[in-house]
């Protein structure tokens, strides 16, 4: 009962930093390829410094697991890629709507990894949330930035569920930190190549915007979304992290004048009805489990 309550309260917690990180899409004149590149960097560092100060091993268990880490590393750093360019090709507010079809990606993708059919609820709930987002989107046009950015937040969502369900499925054996950590690494090598020349042409404000998005906006809030894959399904996790749809909105609201409709207003509010009844449903789920 304590590990699920401390999954839950991991993936909230992250879920709220994550509608904050939206911004920095818009507030760092970078390319996404190259605040990928140097969020991980700094990313890599924190963690690995943290971890030689608790004194564990940075190594994996086997050249299995290296090779897993390296296609987790492929999947999330595709996934930031894709996902910052949906918010500055479009707005913070759509990027953030079209990524969080993820939910509805895991509960179909998830059950072939485990073996198991959908659950009823969990449909519903999937549904729910995928007609909250459609009512958030005002007009679906190929040629207009608005559909541009449904169409990367819609692929950086496929990447996302696929990390996320490959991570719960084999490599919730280790910490969330060495996850990050070999996670990161590999989308330094990934991007180096295509962004490394970057490096000298940032400024000083860009410097500290990179390095509060790196430690602060992404060291904590995966390595905490990471723990929660621990103990919680990853559709359990999807569902809840909706939230971030709510916060992404409000967020862009206060700092960058992006102001919701009505439309957004009443998507948000089917989104946090469907995240808050998954996560009452597992959490009844799991008393009912403990008592039997």
Request: charged share 10%; proline share 3%; with cysteine.
């Given at each position: 009962?304590?590990?699920?309550?401390?999954?839950?309260?991991?993936?909230?917690?992250?879920?709220?930093?994550?509608?904050?990180?939206?911004?920095?899409?818009?507030?760092?004149?970078?390319?996404?390829?190259?605040?990928?590149?140097?969020?991980?960097?700094?990313?890599?560092?924190?963690?690995?410094?943290?971890?030689?100060?608790?004194?564990?091993?940075?190594?994996?268990?086997?050249?299995?697991?290296?090779?897993?880490?390296?296609?987790l590393?492929?999947?999330?750093?595709?996934?930031?890629?894709?996902?910052?360019?949906?918010?500055?090709?479009?707005?913070?507010?759509?990027?953030?709507?079209?990524?969080?079809?993820?939910?509805?990606?895991?509960?179909?993708?998830?059950?072939f990894?485990?073996?198991?059919?959908?659950?009823?609820?969990?449909?519903?709930?999937a549904?729910?949330i995928l007609?909250?987002?459609?009512?958030?989107?005002?007009?679906?046009?190929?040629?207009?930035?608005?559909?541009q950015?449904?169409?990367?937040?819609?692929?950086?969502?496929?990447?996302?569920?696929m990390?996320?369900?490959?991570?719960?499925?084999?490599?919730?054996?280790?910490p969330?930190r060495?996850?990050?950590?070999?996670?990161?690494?590999?989308?330094?090598?990934?991007?180096?190549?295509?962004?490394?020349q970057?490096?000298?042409?940032?400024?000083?404000?860009?410097?500290?915007?990179?390095?509060?998005?790196?430690?602060?906006?992404?060291?904590?809030?995966?390595?905490?979304?990471?723990?929660?894959?621990l103990?919680?399904?990853?559709?359990?996790?999807?569902?809840?992290?909706?939230?971030?749809?709510?916060?992404?909105?409000?967020?862009?609201?206060?700092?960058?004048?992006?102001?919701?409709?009505?439309?957004?207003?009443?998507g948000g509010?089917?989104?946090?009805?469907?995240?808050a009844?998954?996560?009452?449903?597992?959490?009844?789920?799991?008393?009912?489990?403990n008592?039997?």
């Open positions: 009962m304590m590990s699920h309550r401390e999954g839950l309260l991991s993936v909230h917690a992250s879920v709220l930093i994550f509608g904050l990180t939206a911004l920095f899409s818009k507030l760092i004149a970078l390319n996404a390829i190259e605040i990928t590149l140097v969020r991980s960097v700094f990313a890599a560092l924190t963690i690995a410094l943290y971890i030689l100060f608790l004194k564990e091993s940075l190594l994996l268990n086997s050249k299995r697991d290296y090779l897993i880490a390296m296609i590393g492929l999947f999330l750093g595709t996934h930031w890629v894709t996902y910052f360019h949906a918010m500055q090709v479009s707005s913070v507010s759509i990027g953030i709507i079209a990524l969080y079809t993820y939910p509805v990606i895991t509960v179909f993708l998830e059950p990894f485990h073996g198991e059919k959908p659950h009823l609820k969990d449909i519903i709930s549904l729910a007609f909250g987002i459609y009512l958030l989107v005002p007009e679906f046009s190929i040629n207009n930035q608005t559909a950015g449904v169409f990367w937040g819609v692929l950086s969502a496929f990447l996302f569920a990390r996320n369900i490959i991570h719960g499925r084999y490599f919730k054996q280790y969330a060495h996850a990050l950590l070999y996670q990161t690494l590999f989308i330094i090598a990934l991007l180096l190549p295509f962004s490394g970057v490096v000298i042409e940032i400024d000083s404000k860009q410097w500290l915007q990179l390095i509060l998005l790196g430690i602060f906006f992404t060291a904590l809030p995966h390595t905490l979304f990471a723990n929660s894959l103990h919680l399904k990853a559709k359990t996790v999807g569902l809840i992290g909706c939230l971030q749809v709510l916060y992404g909105t409000v967020f862009a609201a206060i700092f960058l004048a992006e102001l919701p409709g009505w439309e957004t207003i009443a509010i089917i989104v946090i009805c469907a995240a009844y998954e996560t009452i449903s597992t959490v009844k789920q799991k008393n009912k489990l008592i039997e």
